[in-house]
């Protein structure tokens, strides 16, 4: 309504903030602060000091300065500019206009200042509410400008306390351990010898995990603190924005080298110094242009669909007004003409002639318009906003939303779109962490194609989720012996984790974070929770198999076994490879609890009593020079002189990696390896070993004695759980990552003892790679090491391929390749998450040259992103299998209950995930999303065309089925084994995958799309990026008008949760950003349920009945008035006092409608619960159809007739007053209007009665007071004494009753008739309410048996599956087969599509019992399927085998289904899975070629 | 309850948990009132309604029926009279007419004489408001900034006391009863105070403070249609002249309708009239001064007795009787209804 209006507003605060910088309304949006005129794109950034001083004073003129103001007003501009912030809504304007109309004499109905009033109360609730909010937000921000930190003063040539809002950009800031950083500043110095600083950013993004945080290069190495004054660079970097992971910048010192900043240099405004004992940094964002503040955007609104009707609506009474307008004009030009001469009632003008009729009748339009203004309810909108507010302060004290483990109940984010939750369509749910618990646990891995299946860690498993829901620390205890876990952590990480509230959202945004900690978390130094680290997920129970293979390795250190098999030494180097991959290959953060993310230094080292700090920086030195040496063997050298330990315990590694090999003489294993490594390396081990064995036995008892002891004490905290999970699991085979430092990490090695390996490079995961490196040096060999883990999609094309021939052990990488996919497979097909990890042995050489690039690319401003993705992907080139990882992620408590639950209230559900197609469809299948018998498409097509006509094939396919025979259906019926809770009816999924969803997606196929979607049950969406959900989500939210709901708990969620109409988050473990673009924030997935079906049911229908009402009540008035216009000449006559007038509907009937929207309760919860098809009354908004806002408009013009009419008739020809004859119907019209809210409520609290007779008692109060006290008031009305002497009379009772009675009369009918004849579901379920549980539960029952029968009968079920559609994919596939074919694979397969037509396996839980009988027709099936497809290999090119393969398969499997009943899914899988894996194989092959 | 409802929780810092209170409020679970359109309530309700407003309704056309009332249409009786008025020029000159009639059986109790308008739109807007209630109270007030006008001041300044346009229009005929009895011919005693509400004759209308009543409206004149000035409406009785006057009291309460009848006099029960108004011929002798042919309008006056219920209108007794017909048909239908429906579904009506 009030959109370009709002638009121009926007306009308008962004002149003001530019010219006026003082920008009142900073915290609207990002705003460029700095335009072109000042520093371009960048900004430069000079300490206040010595030579710089004359600039400093030009430029930082420019900056703001720290001091925030997030109010709105202050004190001079709050009235002015709260009314014109007011006046943006069409209503207010309204009645400013009709103010303004009754300053007109001609047409002034009222007194002028009665107009005004109902205005005045709306402007000043909603004024008053608006200076409470701004003044609590002037409170905090005033707390936080004099909040203390140590500024460097120049003056004093020290650092003082000052306030936060007297720095400066260019200030330097000394911070403690602790504190909190004041504005954003690039570290300069650390006193972490590593010129590391951690920060924590709770406060920032909810996210409880640490963050590093680096020193600039060049000022690492400094051994003193650094002194701002003899600091002489300039910083040069980009001008604000709210990117917060992004900062580019370069330190440009007096000599004119550059040095790039990054934003591993930038601490943030509002995150907290963990860790380290002191920082020094120069401000170079300050107040409201840090990050921290410009991503806080505020309070976003959104308005819901029922509003948006609610206006359309009141279009409508404004017709009707105008209407009635109309009306009366022309009523009282024809009075006024049947009048030959001026009557003496009809006043002259003041010049004693009298008006035309025409003219009169105009005026008296306007008249009519104040008079009859009340039919637009002004008080709508504010009894709305408060029964929202009311109904949301409901929500977040329901004690159902509380979680108790995390302490976090719901969040109301948004305030006005509670009503929505009534009318979801359509839920897009991420999987990870919302279905899911995003508690990875590790349960299987393969490792050189050898499966481990860990049964007693999937036992452990099962035991836990018996166990969770009652207590995880009782697990705790069970598990503890067997891994070094102390106990502590089980008990306060969870206790402490704070959970978001109203008051942190704040803190969250930036501008309050340093309350908080002074609220109780201030004063301990460290007490946050520590992320994915429950007892479930640490603990992992090593494979007894794996385990002694692994043991081997530590005994084969010192046992030199000379019959050891050749294939088993080279699965111990892959196995040992493997665990060094799970703990190197991460960024996680290894701290010590007790001393609170204090990182762990090299065992040595951090054992040394520290003395002074003479010792600490000798110390330091010593590291430093190692870490910079970059001589083959000198760390040997160093280390040996050092502690005898670690070298003992690198040697012993070094020689077990390379003994077995040379050994066993089959070199080409070794030459694979290091394929590039110097001929010196396999000598010179071999030497050392002899010398060193017996030595390294000794030591390693010593050693792994020493170490072992403070290992329960180590905490990881890790970035993604994932990580955290194969950490924790390489744990559990005693590979222990002990520390991470930037440069290099330490990992305890199977009891032999630390290897510290220097850390070279980290190339961090982006969810375009899909993967990430670390770049080592191994301590021992002295080689680079690349170790890769990533999604197998990408990781399998990187895999280092024969180059000539066919050499032994291509042919064995090849093996395990094939044995690890099918292991890969095998795990998606179980749900778990797949990894693979893979590593690569780089030379100097090779590693120098890339170096140099990678160097130039960190380096570059400009293109860096891209530069540097370039740079990785050359890195992560010709890699080595390792093996794979399967980690589960437990489907979350109630998800399935609660998915079936929302899927009976009509609601679609689709899932729109990252992760691959089959883990996406069996956790489908696990959380009910997708049901046995459902038949499953699955698009996946490389071209649109394709694309398109294989939907066109499907939905025809559907439609055919939809109109087959019922006796088909039966006979389908009987042979499907579906429960008898479902109807045999046709339920279809689809399953697509986000290249293929990139052309659906595209304009000219949406539509079709949109028809096949809802055709579907449901829609499962894998490997989607958040772009294409949030394009999916707007897709049908804009085309299908269908009301959308958008669920998910990572920042991938964040676009989809905008752009949906409801946003609900999960606050989970992957920080908050969900939650921050949230509407609602929910704890749980379950939680959906009662929020939807309850309160969402209950908003809906509370707010819609009082909306209707409102309509109600002011048409039912207003029409009083407007029926006495027929009995005064249309002259605009008012029977009623005009400020009982007014009253009646700001004061006397206002109240009793907003407790009816609050808290009326037309069906118990506990009945919604189990009726989750009571839902789709509101979802359909059978409330608030057109029909029920006609019939309650008829109501209101009925019963204003009523009320007129019976006082009308009753003291017609009497001697009655105006007034009088008004004081009546006043009073019955209060009746009505009150006992119409009676009839209407669903339930009567004490509440109701309270404001019920309070509203009647205020009433007559008023009016007594009024008709004794008011002799004159200003004129022209007089009611004085009529109320008075109506209550002594007994006509004036025997009208009220009578008008009362007649009046409601119908509507009393037409509730009894709807209680009785025709009976809508709701009040059905209200009927329930009354039985014993027992008639209950039978009743319910009964009730779902119906709708059944009803969804038989709506649902024309179909026929068996496929014929049509099978014919469409041969069809489709055939013609693609004949396409000619060329030599890229991705190109050429354009025209192939993919369809899947099958009827899914009854129980895919119970995979044990059904696969196997399955198996052998698979293999046949799958031996054919290989036939064909190397048949065609042969012959054609890559496109063609590939898709006559599938076609094959694909036809081969629809027979097969025929043959096997239902059963032929699996082939089906196989049969997509074989294909996708074919054209794997495939791409490098033409590659090659 | 709206602060309730708005104050949103305030996180408590004292509150460990954040566990919401589990109170019945809270978690709206409030014992409520379910209010259950059972059969048993429904019929009640019907029946009793029915029954109800059965009884009130005889009761009313009862009362109503023992009301007696005469009402004489005099504007074509006096057609000469209103042919004079229709010249306004002719504003000065009397005229007077009488009308007879016969009352066939006594009038008991309290006999009420109104005089009856129709078509006079007393309630048109700009009318309702011309007056100053200031100046009615006797309050010496600028009478411009009210709503009087055009009917505030004459052109050489004078106010108009009192001002606006329903005071100048007042009704102004004089109405004396007759009573022919055996040919003589018996003027029956009227009262002319004690019409008005006591509070607008004793708080809401006052004369100007002063020694006598025609210094009080010095420097004011009369209302342009008005024969004499306000402090000569009545000049026998002092305490009914001025502003206090009933006649003008009463023309002051606007009347709600454009048919309206408003108390002129009441009979007062003396001699041969103490039991009201004895059967036999009356006349009516009219001062005709109130002009109503131009705008079409009607004069009447009515003798009528009063009840408990108000006049002679039975509309509120038909009304009543109607209404309880209605709810008690209604109510059998509904047992039809239920009736018939218990035989088909039985599942939820208990």
Same mark, same amino acid.
């Given at each position: 309504?009030?959109?370009?209006?709002?638009?121009?507003?926007?306009?308008?605060?962004?002149?003001?903030?530019?010219?006026?910088?003082?920008?009142?309304?900073?915290?609207?949006?990002?705003?460029?602060?700095?335009?072109?005129?000042?520093?371009?794109?960048?900004?430069?950034?000079?300490?206040?000091?010595?030579?710089?001083?004359?600039?400093?004073?030009?430029?930082?003129?420019?900056?703001?300065?720290?001091?925030?103001?997030?109010?709105?007003?202050?004190?001079?501009?709050?009235?002015?500019?709260?009314?014109?912030?007011?006046?943006?809504?069409?209503?207010?304007?309204?009645?400013?206009?009709?103010?303004?109309?009754?300053?007109?004499?001609?047409?002034?109905?009222?007194?002028?200042?009665?107009?005004?009033?109902?205005?005045?109360?709306?402007?000043?609730?909603?004024?008053?509410?608006?200076?409470?909010?701004?003044?609590?937000?002037?409170?905090?921000?005033?707390?936080?400008?004099?909040?203390?930190?140590?500024?460097?003063?120049?003056?004093?040539?020290?650092?003082?306390?000052?306030?936060?809002?007297?720095?400066?950009?260019?200030?330097?800031?000394?911070?403690?351990?602790?504190?909190?950083?004041?504005?954003?500043?690039?570290?300069?110095?650390?006193?972490?010898?590593?010129?590391?600083?951690?920060?924590?950013?709770?406060?920032?993004?909810?996210?409880?995990?640490?963050?590093?945080?680096?020193?600039?290069?060049?000022?690492?190495?400094?051994?003193?603190?650094?002194?701002?004054?003899?600091?002489?660079?300039?910083?040069?970097?980009?001008?604000?924005?709210?990117?917060?992971?992004?900062?580019?910048?370069?330190?440009?010192?007096?000599?004119?080298?550059?040095?790039?900043?990054?934003?591993?240099?930038?601490?943030?405004?509002?995150?907290?110094?963990?860790?380290?004992?002191?920082?020094?940094?120069?401000?170079?964002?300050?107040?409201?242009?840090?990050?921290?503040?410009?991503?806080?955007?505020?309070?976003?609104?959104?308005?819901?669909?029922?509003?948006?009707?609610?206006?359309?609506?009141?279009?409508?009474?404004?017709?009707?007004?105008?209407?009635?307008?109309?009306?009366?004009?022309?009523?009282?030009?024809?009075?006024?003409?049947?009048?030959?001469?001026?009557?003496?009632?009809?006043?002259?003008?003041?010049?004693?002639?009298?008006?035309?009729?025409?003219?009169?009748?105009?005026?008296?339009?306007?008249?009519?318009?104040?008079?009859?203004?009340?039919?637009?309810?002004?008080?709508?909108?504010?009894?709305?906003?408060?029964?929202?507010?009311?109904?949301?302060?409901?929500?977040?004290?329901?004690?159902?939303?509380?979680?108790?483990?995390?302490?976090?109940?719901?969040?109301?984010?948004?305030?006005?779109?509670?009503?929505?939750?009534?009318?979801?369509?359509?839920?897009?749910?991420?999987?990870?962490?919302?279905?899911?618990?995003?508690?990875?646990?590790?349960?299987?891995?393969?490792?050189?194609?050898?499966?481990?299946?860990?049964?007693?860690?999937?036992?452990?498993?099962?035991?836990?989720?018996?166990?969770?829901?009652?207590?995880?620390?009782?697990?705790?205890?069970?598990?503890?012996?067997?891994?070094?876990?102390?106990?502590?952590?089980?008990?306060?990480?969870?206790?402490?984790?704070?959970?978001?509230?109203?008051?942190?959202?704040?803190?969250?945004?930036?501008?309050?974070?340093?309350?908080?900690?002074?609220?109780?978390?201030?004063?301990?130094?460290?007490?946050?929770?520590?992320?994915?680290?429950?007892?479930?997920?640490?603990?992992?129970?090593?494979?007894?198999?794996?385990?002694?293979?692994?043991?081997?390795?530590?005994?084969?250190?010192?046992?030199?076994?000379?019959?050891?098999?050749?294939?088993?030494?080279?699965?111990?180097?892959?196995?040992?490879?493997?665990?060094?991959?799970?703990?190197?290959?991460?960024?996680?953060?290894?701290?010590?609890?007790?001393?609170?993310?204090?990182?762990?230094?090299?065992?040595?080292?951090?054992?040394?009593?520290?003395?002074?700090?003479?010792?600490?920086?000798?110390?330091?030195?010593?590291?430093?020079?190692?870490?910079?040496?970059?001589?083959?063997?000198?760390?040997?050298?160093?280390?040996?002189?050092?502690?005898?330990?670690?070298?003992?315990?690198?040697?012993?590694?070094?020689?077990?990696?390379?003994?077995?090999?040379?050994?066993?003489?089959?070199?080409?294993?070794?030459?694979?390896?290091?394929?590039?490594?110097?001929?010196?390396?396999?000598?010179?081990?071999?030497?050392?070993?002899?010398?060193?064995?017996?030595?390294?036995?000794?030591?390693?008892?010593?050693?792994?004695?020493?170490?072992?002891?403070?290992?329960?004490?180590?905490?990881?905290?890790?970035?993604?759980?994932?990580?955290?999970?194969?950490?924790?699991?390489?744990?559990?085979?005693?590979?222990?990552?002990?520390?991470?430092?930037?440069?290099?990490?330490?990992?305890?090695?199977?009891?032999?003892?630390?290897?510290?390996?220097?850390?070279?490079?980290?190339?961090?995961?982006?969810?375009?790679?899909?993967?990430?490196?670390?770049?080592?040096?191994?301590?021992?060999?002295?080689?680079?090491?690349?170790?890769?883990?990533?999604?197998?999609?990408?990781?399998?094309?990187?895999?280092?391929?024969?180059?000539?021939?066919?050499?032994?052990?291509?042919?064995?990488?090849?093996?395990?390749?094939?044995?690890?996919?099918?292991?890969?497979?095998?795990?998606?097909?179980?749900?778990?998450?797949?990894?693979?990890?893979?590593?690569?042995?780089?030379?100097?050489?090779?590693?120098?040259?890339?170096?140099?690039?990678?160097?130039?690319?960190?380096?570059?401003?400009?293109?860096?992103?891209?530069?540097?993705?370039?740079?990785?992907?050359?890195?992560?080139?010709?890699?080595?299998?390792?093996?794979?990882?399967?980690?589960?992620?437990?489907?979350?408590?109630?998800?399935?209950?609660?998915?079936?639950?929302?899927?009976?209230?009509?609601?679609?559900?689709?899932?729109?995930?990252?992760?691959?197609?089959?883990?996406?469809?069996?956790?489908?299948?696990?959380?009910?999303?997708?049901?046995?018998?459902?038949?499953?498409?699955?698009?996946?097509?490389?071209?649109?065309?394709?694309?398109?006509?294989?939907?066109?094939?499907?939905?025809?396919?559907?439609?055919?089925?939809?109109?087959?025979?019922?006796?088909?259906?039966?006979?389908?019926?009987?042979?499907?084994?579906?429960?008898?809770?479902?109807?045999?009816?046709?339920?279809?999924?689809?399953?697509?995958?986000?290249?293929?969803?990139? %052309?659906?997606?595209?304009?000219? =196929?949406? #539509?079709?799309? *949109?028809?096949?979607?809802? +055709?579907?049950? &449901?829609? $499962?969406?894998?490997?989607?990026?958040?772009?294409?959900?949030?394009?999916?989500?707007?897709?049908?939210?804009?085309?299908?008008?269908?009301?959308?709901?958008?669920?998910?708990?990572?920042?991938?969620?964040?676009?989809?949760?905008?752009?949906?109409?409801?946003?609900?988050?999960?606050?989970?473990?992957?920080?908050?950003?969900?939650?921050?673009?949230?509407?609602?924030?929910?704890?749980?997935?379950?939680?959906?349920?009662?929020?939807?079906?309850?309160?969402? %049911?209950?908003?809906?229908?509370? =707010?819609? #009945?009082?909306? *209707?009402?409102?309509?109600? +009540?002011?048409? &039912?008035? $207003?029409?009083?008035?407007?029926?006495?216009?027929?009995?005064?000449?249309?002259?605009?006559?008012?029977?009623?006092?005009?400020?009982?007038?007014?009253?009646?509907?700001?004061?006397?009937?206002?109240?009793?409608?907003?407790?009816?929207?609050?808290?009326?309760?037309?069906?118990?919860?506990?009945?919604?619960?189990?009726?989750?098809?009571?839902?789709?009354?509101?979802?359909?908004?059978?409330?608030?159809?057109?029909?029920?806002?006609?019939?309650?408009?008829?109501?209101?013009?009925?019963?204003? =007739?009523?009320?007129?009419?019976?006082?009308?008739?009753?003291?017609?020809?009497?001697?009655?007053?105006?007034?009088?004859?008004?004081?009546?119907?006043?009073?019955?019209?209060?009746?009505?209007?009150?006992?119409?809210?009676?009839?209407?409520?669903?339930?009567?609290?004490?509440?109701?009665?309270?404001?019920?007779?309070?509203?009647?008692?205020?009433?007559?109060?008023?009016?007594?007071?009024?008709?004794?006290?008011?002799?004159?008031?200003?004129?022209?009305?007089?009611?004085?004494?009529?109320?008075?002497?109506?209550?002594?009379?007994?006509?004036?009772?025997?009208?009220?009753?009578?008008?009362?009675?007649?009046?409601?009369?119908?509507?009393?009918?037409?509730?009894?008739?709807?209680?009785?004849?025709?009976?809508?579901?709701?009040?059905?379920?209200?009927?329930?309410?009354?039985?014993?549980?027992?008639?209950?539960?039978?009743?319910?029952?009964?009730?779902?048996?119906?709708?059944?029968?009803?969804?038989?009968?709506?649902?024309?079920?179909?026929?068996?599956?496929?014929?049509?559609?099978?014919?469409?994919?041969?069809?489709?596939?055939?013609?693609?087969?004949?396409?000619?074919?060329?030599?890229?694979?991705?190109?050429?397969?354009?025209?192939?599509?993919?369809?899947?037509?099958?009827?899914?396996?009854?129980?895919?839980?119970?995979?044990?019992?059904?696969?196997?009988?399955?198996?052998?027709?698979?293999?046949?099936?799958?031996?054919?399927?290989?036939?064909?497809?190397?048949?065609?290999?042969?012959?054609?090119?890559?496109?063609?085998?590939?898709?006559?393969?599938?076609?094959?398969?694909?036809?081969?499997?629809?027979?097969?289904?025929?043959?096997?009943?239902?059963?032929?899914?699996?082939?089906?899988?196989?049969?997509?899975?074989?294909?996708?894996?074919?054209?794997?194989?495939?791409?490098?092959?033409?590659?090659?070629? | 309850?709206?602060?309730?409802?708005?104050?949103?929780?305030?996180?408590?810092?004292?509150?460990?948990?954040?566990?919401?209170?589990?109170?019945?409020?809270?978690?709206?679970?409030?014992?409520?009132?379910?209010?259950?359109?059972?059969?048993?309530?429904?019929?009640?309700?019907?029946?009793?309604?029915?029954?109800?407003?059965?009884?009130?309704?005889?009761?009313?056309?009862?009362?109503?029926?023992?009301?007696?009332?005469?009402?004489?249409?005099?504007?074509?009786?006096?057609?000469?009279?209103?042919?004079?008025?229709?010249?306004?020029?002719?504003?000065?000159?009397?005229?007077?007419?009488?009308?007879?009639?016969?009352?066939?059986?006594?009038?008991?109790?309290?006999?009420?004489?109104?005089?009856?308008?129709?078509?006079?739109?007393?309630?048109?807007?700009?009318?309702?408001?011309?007056?100053?209630?200031?100046?009615?109270?006797?309050?010496?007030?600028?009478?411009?900034?009210?709503?009087?006008?055009?009917?505030?001041?004459?052109?050489?300044?004078?106010?108009?006391?009192?001002?606006?346009?329903?005071?100048?229009?007042?009704?102004?005929?004089?109405?004396?009863?007759?009573?022919?009895?055996?040919?003589?011919?018996?003027?029956?005693?009227?009262?002319?105070?004690?019409?008005?509400?006591?509070?607008?004759?004793?708080?809401?209308?006052?004369?100007?403070?002063?020694?006598?009543?025609?210094?009080?409206?010095?420097?004011?004149?009369?209302?342009?249609?008005?024969?004499?000035?306000?402090?000569?409406?009545?000049?026998?009785?002092?305490?009914?002249?001025?502003?206090?006057?009933?006649?003008?009291?009463?023309?002051?309460?606007?009347?709600?309708?454009?048919?309206?009848?408003?108390?002129?006099?009441?009979?007062?029960?003396?001699?041969?009239?103490?039991?009201?108004?004895?059967?036999?011929?009356?006349?009516?002798?009219?001062?005709?001064?109130?002009?109503?042919?131009?705008?079409?309008?009607?004069?009447?006056?009515?003798?009528?007795?009063?009840?408990?219920?108000?006049?002679?209108?039975?509309?509120?007794?038909?009304?009543?009787?109607?209404?309880?017909?209605?709810?008690?048909?209604?109510?059998?239908?509904?047992?039809?209804?239920?009736?018939?429906?218990?035989?088909?579904?039985?599942?939820?009506?208990?």
């Amino acid at each position: 309504m009030a959109d370009p209006i709002r638009w121009a507003r926007y306009r308008w605060q962004r002149l003001i903030s530019t010219e006026g910088r003082e920008g009142s309304s900073s915290n609207s949006s990002n705003k460029c602060y700095q335009s072109s005129k000042t520093t371009g794109k960048h900004r430069i950034v000079i300490p206040c000091l010595g030579h710089f001083k004359e600039e400093y004073e030009k430029v930082s003129k420019l900056y703001m300065n720290n001091q925030i103001r997030t109010t709105k007003y202050t004190l001079l501009n709050f009235l002015p500019r709260n009314l014109f912030e007011q006046f943006h809504r069409v209503a207010n304007l309204y009645f400013l206009f009709l103010v303004v109309l009754n300053w007109v004499p001609l047409v002034e109905a009222f007194q002028k200042e009665i107009t005004m009033l109902p205005l005045v109360v709306v402007l000043t609730i909603i004024a008053v509410k608006d200076g409470l909010e701004d003044y609590s937000k002037y409170k905090m921000d005033k707390q936080i400008n004099n909040l203390l930190t140590k500024v460097y003063s120049r003056k004093e040539k020290k650092y003082i306390d000052e306030c936060w809002k007297n720095v400066n950009v260019g200030d330097f800031i000394r911070l403690s351990r602790n504190e909190i950083i004041p504005a954003d500043m690039v570290l300069l110095y650390s006193s972490d010898l590593d010129g590391i600083c951690y920060i924590e950013t709770a406060g920032l993004d909810g996210e409880t995990n640490l963050k590093q945080r680096q020193v600039v290069r060049g000022y690492s190495e400094q051994v003193s603190e650094i002194d701002p004054e003899k600091f002489s660079s300039r910083i040069e970097c980009e001008s604000p924005n709210n990117d917060l992971s992004r900062f580019q910048g370069f330190v440009e010192h007096s000599n004119k080298d550059r040095v790039g900043l990054s934003k591993e240099n930038l601490l943030l405004r509002g995150c907290t110094v963990r860790n380290t004992e002191a920082v020094v940094g120069i401000v170079v964002y300050a107040g409201h242009e840090t990050k921290a503040m410009l991503n806080n955007s505020g309070p976003h609104y959104k308005r819901s669909k029922l509003e948006r009707k609610v206006n359309t609506d009141i279009l409508w009474c404004v017709l009707l007004l105008i209407l009635m307008c109309l009306t009366g004009a022309i009523g009282h030009g024809i009075w006024l003409s049947r009048y030959s001469e001026i009557p003496f009632f009809n006043i002259p003008e003041p010049d004693g002639k009298s008006i035309p009729p025409t003219l009169a009748g105009f005026n008296m339009f306007w008249t009519m318009i104040i008079l009859l203004q009340v039919l637009i309810p002004v008080s709508l909108y504010v009894s709305i906003e408060i029964v929202k507010l009311g109904q949301i302060y409901l929500i977040q004290n329901d004690i159902d939303f509380y979680h108790e483990k995390t302490d976090s109940t719901i969040q109301c984010r948004a305030l006005n779109i509670a009503e929505d939750l009534g009318q979801i369509q359509y839920i897009f749910s991420d999987k990870t962490g919302t279905l899911t618990e995003n508690k990875m646990v590790f349960r299987r891995c393969s490792i050189a194609g050898q499966e481990y299946c860990h049964e007693e860690n999937a036992k452990r498993l099962e035991s836990y989720q018996e166990m969770d829901s009652e207590d995880e620390d009782s697990a705790d205890h069970q598990c503890g012996s067997l891994t070094h876990r102390s106990k502590w952590r089980g008990h306060d990480c969870r206790a402490v984790n704070k959970p978001l509230n109203r008051r942190s959202l704040n803190q969250l945004s930036g501008s309050y974070p340093a309350l908080v900690r002074e609220d109780g978390e201030g004063d301990v130094p460290h007490s946050g929770h520590v992320a994915f680290s429950s007892p479930i997920e640490t603990d992992v129970v090593p494979d007894t198999q794996l385990l002694e293979k692994f043991s081997q390795i530590s005994s084969r250190s010192y046992q030199q076994s000379e019959e050891a098999g050749r294939k088993l030494s080279l699965e111990t180097t892959y196995i040992t490879d493997f665990f060094l991959a799970l703990a190197i290959c991460n960024t996680v953060v290894v701290s010590v609890p007790n001393q609170p993310r204090q990182k762990m230094r090299q065992s040595s080292l951090g054992r040394m009593p520290i003395k002074s700090l003479e010792e600490i920086r000798q110390m330091f030195q010593r590291l430093s020079v190692r870490r910079l040496s970059s001589s083959p063997l000198p760390s040997v050298k160093e280390s040996s002189s050092e502690s005898p330990n670690s070298f003992v315990s690198k040697l012993s590694i070094f020689r077990m990696k390379l003994a077995s090999p040379a050994l066993d003489g089959a070199a080409q294993r070794a030459a694979e390896c290091h394929s590039t490594d110097s001929p010196e390396d396999s000598q010179v081990p071999q030497e050392l070993d002899t010398v060193n064995v017996a030595a390294g036995c000794e030591h390693n008892s010593a050693v792994s004695s020493i170490e072992l002891s403070p290992l329960p004490k180590l905490c990881y905290e890790a970035e993604s759980p994932d990580e955290a999970a194969l950490v924790h699991a390489a744990r559990a085979y005693k590979c222990i990552l002990q520390s991470r430092t930037p440069d290099q990490v330490t990992v305890d090695f199977a009891g032999l003892g630390s290897l510290t390996f220097q850390l070279l490079h980290i190339l961090p995961f982006d969810s375009v790679r899909k993967r990430m490196s670390v770049v080592v040096r191994h301590p021992i060999s002295n080689k680079v090491l690349v170790y890769t883990k990533g999604a197998d999609s990408v990781m399998m094309d990187l895999l280092r391929t024969a180059s000539e021939g066919t050499n032994n052990s291509e042919m064995e990488q090849k093996k395990i390749k094939e044995r690890t996919q099918k292991h890969l497979d095998d795990y998606a097909r179980r749900g778990l998450r797949t990894l693979c990890i893979a590593k690569k042995v780089m030379s100097d050489a090779e590693y120098a040259e890339w170096l140099n690039h990678h160097f130039l690319a960190e380096t570059s401003i400009d293109n860096r992103e891209a530069l540097l993705l370039e740079s990785a992907v050359r890195l992560e080139t010709e890699l080595t299998l390792l093996g794979a990882t399967g980690i589960e992620d437990r489907l979350q408590e109630g998800v399935p209950d609660t998915i079936q639950a929302l899927r009976k209230a009509g609601i679609k559900i689709w899932m729109l995930t990252g992760d691959k197609r089959e883990t996406a469809v069996n956790i489908a299948y696990a959380c009910k999303l997708l049901e046995p018998d459902d038949r499953i498409f699955t698009l996946k097509s490389q071209s649109r065309d394709a694309c398109a006509l294989v939907m066109s094939k499907i939905l025809e396919g559907i439609q055919k089925n939809t109109s087959a025979s019922k006796k088909t259906s039966r006979k389908l019926g009987s042979v499907s084994p579906s429960p008898s809770t479902r109807a045999p009816g046709f339920s279809a999924g689809l399953v697509i995958d986000g290249r293929t969803l990139e %052309h659906v997606l595209h304009d000219s =196929l949406q #539509n079709i799309f *949109l028809e096949l979607t809802e +055709k579907c049950r &449901a829609v $499962v969406c894998c490997q989607a990026t958040p772009l294409q959900k949030s394009i999916v989500v707007r897709l049908v939210r804009n085309k299908l008008k269908a009301m959308t709901l958008a669920v998910g708990d990572g920042a991938n969620d964040v676009s989809m949760i905008q752009v949906a109409d409801t946003g609900v988050g999960i606050s989970g473990q992957e920080g908050m950003q969900a939650v921050m673009a949230s509407d609602f924030a929910i704890s749980q997935f379950r939680h959906l349920k009662k929020l939807l079906l309850v309160h969402g %049911h209950w908003c809906y229908t509370r =707010l819609t #009945n009082m909306v *209707l009402y409102f309509f109600y +009540k002011n048409v &039912a008035y $207003v029409n009083l008035l407007f029926w006495y216009q027929f009995f005064c000449g249309f002259s605009g006559t008012s029977m009623t006092d005009y400020w009982i007038l007014i009253l009646f509907n700001l004061l006397f009937t206002s109240v009793p409608p907003i407790v009816y929207g609050v808290l009326d309760k037309d069906v118990p919860a506990e009945i919604l619960m189990q009726l989750p098809q009571l839902y789709m009354t509101s979802q359909k908004s059978v409330a608030y159809l057109p029909s029920p806002f006609w019939i309650t408009l008829l109501d209101a013009f009925y019963q204003s =007739l009523v009320c007129f009419f019976v006082p009308y008739f009753t003291y017609c020809g009497s001697d009655i007053d105006i007034f009088s004859f008004g004081n009546p119907i006043n009073t019955a019209a209060l009746f009505i209007i009150l006992f119409h809210l009676l009839i209407e409520c669903k339930s009567v609290t004490w509440i109701h009665t309270v404001v019920i007779v309070g509203s009647i008692l205020l009433y007559f109060v008023f009016t007594l007071a009024f008709g004794a006290t008011c002799k004159t008031h200003n004129p022209p009305s007089n009611p004085y004494w009529i109320m008075e002497k109506h209550m002594t009379d007994p006509v004036f009772y025997l009208v009220c009753l009578l008008t009362t009675c007649v009046a409601l009369l119908p509507r009393y009918l037409l509730r009894v008739l709807q209680g009785t004849l025709f009976l809508s579901p709701v009040l059905r379920a209200k009927h329930l309410d009354r039985l014993t549980p027992k008639e209950q539960r039978e009743a319910i029952k009964r009730w779902e048996d119906d709708c059944i029968v009803n969804c038989r009968v709506e649902f024309q079920a179909t026929s068996g599956s496929s014929s049509s559609a099978t014919g469409a994919v041969s069809e489709e596939e055939s013609i693609a087969s004949v396409l000619p074919t060329s030599k890229a694979p991705l190109q050429a397969c354009s025209r192939h599509g993919l369809v899947e037509d099958t009827s899914f396996l009854p129980d895919i839980q119970d995979e044990s019992g059904t696969t196997n009988g399955l198996n052998s027709e698979k293999n046949i099936f799958l031996n054919s399927a290989k036939e064909t497809n190397s048949d065609t290999f042969g012959s054609n090119n890559s496109c063609a085998k590939v898709s006559m393969c599938a076609s094959e398969e694909g036809s081969g499997a629809v027979s097969l289904a025929h043959k096997a009943g239902l059963n032929s899914v699996l082939c089906e899988e196989d049969a997509l899975m074989h294909f996708t894996k074919s054209e794997c194989c495939l791409k490098p092959k033409s590659s090659n070629c | 309850m709206k602060n309730k409802t708005s104050s949103l929780p305030q996180e408590g810092e004292a509150r460990p948990s954040r566990c919401p209170d589990n109170s019945a409020f809270k978690q709206q679970k409030l014992p409520a009132w379910k209010p259950q359109l059972t059969i048993a309530a429904v019929l009640s309700s019907f029946f009793l309604t029915g029954v109800f407003c059965l009884s009130v309704g005889v009761c009313l056309i009862i009362s109503a029926n023992s009301v007696r009332e005469i009402q004489i249409d005099y504007s074509d009786k006096c057609s000469d009279c209103s042919k004079l008025r229709e010249n306004s020029s002719n504003w000065n000159k009397e005229c007077h007419c009488s009308v007879n009639f016969m009352l066939k059986e006594d009038m008991l109790g309290d006999v009420f004489m109104y005089y009856g308008l129709q078509n006079f739109y007393q309630n048109h807007r700009r009318y309702v408001i011309s007056r100053s209630d200031a100046q009615l109270l006797g309050r010496n007030v600028n009478i411009q900034k009210s709503y009087c006008a055009p009917f505030t001041t004459y052109r050489n300044g004078t106010p108009m006391a009192p001002c606006g346009a329903i005071a100048n229009s007042m009704f102004n005929d004089t109405i004396d009863l007759f009573y022919n009895l055996n040919s003589s011919v018996i003027q029956v005693p009227l009262l002319k105070t004690g019409n008005s509400w006591w509070t607008d004759k004793n708080v809401k209308f006052r004369n100007p403070k002063s020694y006598n009543l025609s210094s009080a409206f010095a420097g004011t004149a009369r209302p342009p249609y008005w024969q004499k000035p306000v402090y000569l409406l009545d000049e026998e009785d002092e305490r009914n002249n001025g502003y206090v006057n009933d006649d003008f009291i009463i023309w002051m309460r606007v009347s709600a309708f454009a048919t309206f009848r408003n108390l002129y006099r009441r009979v007062r029960r003396i001699r041969q009239f103490a039991d009201g108004l004895p059967a036999g011929n009356y006349t009516f002798h009219i001062s005709y001064n109130f002009p109503v042919t131009k705008f079409k309008g009607r004069k009447h006056v009515i003798l009528s007795t009063v009840v408990w219920s108000g006049g002679s209108n039975p509309f509120l007794g038909i009304a009543y009787v109607v209404s309880g017909t209605a709810a008690t048909l209604t109510g059998f239908v509904i047992t039809v209804i239920h009736l018939k429906l218990r035989k088909k579904k039985t599942f939820f009506q208990k």
